[in-house]
């Protein structure tokens, strides 16, 4: 069976992904604060870099996939916390272990969100993610709301995923996302319980056109179908997993 | 198990669908002009009725799910066949068959494609069709070519599967579309044998980052996936199966 790596994958749809890869026999190796295999905080670069060698020495064969799921929210007091973990993080691990990927000819799914879409977002601070200016991305995670933080790093990296999945795909690697909507995770249940964003996030799930969130699960399905055999005529694709929300925000476009 | 229909289920995606949901032991009615359950042409609007009516007769209880798959291609000689049979017979059936998927909570999974996306369109031939004005569409037929029909009849395709989304998702019905790329079927082959559109046919073949064209039956995985239980929270979604071709052709959309 496949070797994958997983990060955020002591809770929410992390531990969904692994779980659920584990009992198709795969091996995980998980990424997280801690409870997992490697524990490493991934808003720091010296951590992130350290966790990237490790995975490389633990698989010198390469690998069958990797989901970087780990994030933070939108109610985090620590607003530098989200560029850092759910966009830098991510397209540095994706960076490091390309060549690990290249080898098995394997595939990385990346989590966005609905809220690249749903919602307006600080364009200049979308073109810092994608510049990779780490510094101003710091700096102006002052200024804006977490809403913007969030889900304005999340369309850059959806932007950065498609961007690279051609030469990606080229070399035999396919890089795909997800787009969650409201998902029912501890992230998510700590933006609910928030006095500032709680309100906002209540409606918009009320909203949701399947009348329900997701759970973790569903968005583990996804995942590993987008990860196997099935999807490898996929890449550089945004699936959306959000019951309808994307679709009722902006039909005519896609 | 569950009851299915497929339209062009004779031949090329259509064929691969309704083998792949009979192998999971699924009943499938088959909708075709010939070789198939149902016999009709679904450029007629009363053969469209009619396969809606004996459907509908069949399966009294519902349906769990309906693919309408049936297409003419860019290289039709009879033009206004591309958006008879592509656009309206699909909206069409679509609604037809609307209470039988709301009876069993079912899905549809609707056939668009990545040419919705990598080409320019006739503005006015799209909101035409999104009018349901089929007289219009018709005469517009003549004077554009067969990519501007058949890609924009495709993108109207997602928009109004977009639209429609939110409330069959109220009601319980997921609609959803796959965008397949150039999958090797009779009716691209049929075009890449034409004079007038082969050449463009083939480069765009060429440059596909995955290295290859689709064939059927990943398609059919993708379809699949869709209509299963475990895309239970995917509604108004455009899944993208094209090896990436969107996503090199406008990563900053999606």
Redesign the interface.
């Known amino acids: 069976m496949g070797e994958f790596v997983v990060t955020g994958a002591a809770s929410g749809i992390g531990r969904a992904i692994k779980s659920a890869l584990e009992i198709e026999g795969h091996v995980v190796i998980g990424v997280d604060l801690h409870d997992t295999d490697i524990c490493a905080d991934l808003s720091n670069n010296d951590e992130v870099e350290r966790s990237i060698q490790t995975i490389r020495s633990h698989c010198p064969d390469g690998l069958d996939g990797f989901v970087p799921c780990a994030g933070t929210g939108v109610e985090n007091p620590n607003k530098k916390l989200i560029p850092l973990v759910n966009y830098f993080a991510v397209v540095e691990m994706v960076e490091g272990l390309m060549p690990s990927l290249q080898l098995r000819r394997g595939a990385a799914v990346l989590v966005c969100s609905n809220s690249a879409?749903v919602q307006g977002h600080d364009e200049g601070y979308v073109q810092c993610l994608l510049d990779n200016d780490r510094d101003k991305a710091v700096e102006l995670a002052e200024s804006l709301t977490g809403f913007q933080l969030y889900g304005g790093g999340k369309l850059a990296l959806?932007?950065w995923?498609?961007?690279r999945?051609?030469?990606a795909?080229?070399a035999g690697v396919?890089l795909n996302a997800l787009a969650p909507?409201y998902t029912q995770t501890a992230m998510t249940e700590s933006g609910m319980k928030d006095p500032v964003v709680g309100p906002s996030m209540e409606a918009f799930v009320k909203s949701i056109?399947?009348?329900t969130g997701?759970?973790p699960e569903?968005q583990a399905?996804?995942a590993l179908?987008l990860l196997s055999d099935?999807?490898?005529?996929?890449?550089?694709?945004?699936?959306?997993?959000?019951?309808?929300?994307?679709?009722?925000f902006r039909?005519?476009?896609?």
């Open positions: 879409t959806a932007r995923m498609r961007k999945s051609t030469s795909a080229q396919r909507g056109p399947l009348g997701a759970q569903d399905n996804a179908f099935k999807a490898s005529q996929i890449a550089g694709s945004v699936l959306f997993v959000d019951g309808g929300h994307d679709a009722m039909p005519d476009n896609f």
